[in-house]
């Protein structure tokens, strides 16, 4: 059975950090990318890594603030968020794509396996 769980969200401050993490079990993935949905409003992209090679890509309202990282000895993938705003707010879910691809996907179809979702609340 393919699982990821996440963990590491919670409330801070606006300027804050949190780590998110997402231990993957029963497969490993050709990529994996995290995904946000703010209450009233779609899920979205907010970045991706390729597994193997590691190239990483972001959506641009994060980059240069949030960084996507893997351990492939935990199976497992970070996303680490710093100065976070009021705007960062949503549930965020980490997602496994098994499809190789030259690129990680931005689009939530493209990936097959989800994790049940964190909140992350940033007060201002």
């Known amino acids: 059975q393919v699982q990821l769980v996440e963990s590491g969200g919670g409330l801070v401050q606006a300027g804050g950090s949190l780590r998110l993490s997402c231990a993957a079990s029963g497969r490993t993935f050709n990529s994996a990318g995290w995904f946000r949905q703010a209450p009233g409003k779609e899920r979205e992209f907010v970045a991706a890594?390729?597994?193997?090679?590691?190239?990483?890509y972001y959506a641009d309202s994060v980059r240069g603030r949030f960084t996507i990282s893997r351990d492939h000895s935990k199976n497992t993938v970070y996303l680490q968020m710093n100065s976070l705003k009021p705007e960062d707010t949503a549930v965020y879910y980490c997602?496994?794509?098994?499809?190789?691809?030259?690129?990680?996907?931005?689009?939530?179809?493209?990936?097959?396996?989800w994790g049940q979702g964190t909140q992350v609340t940033v007060s201002s």
């Open positions: 997602a496994g794509d098994s499809y190789l691809r030259s690129v990680p996907s931005r689009r939530t179809d493209d990936y097959g396996y």
């Open positions: 890594i390729s597994w193997y090679v590691g190239n990483t």
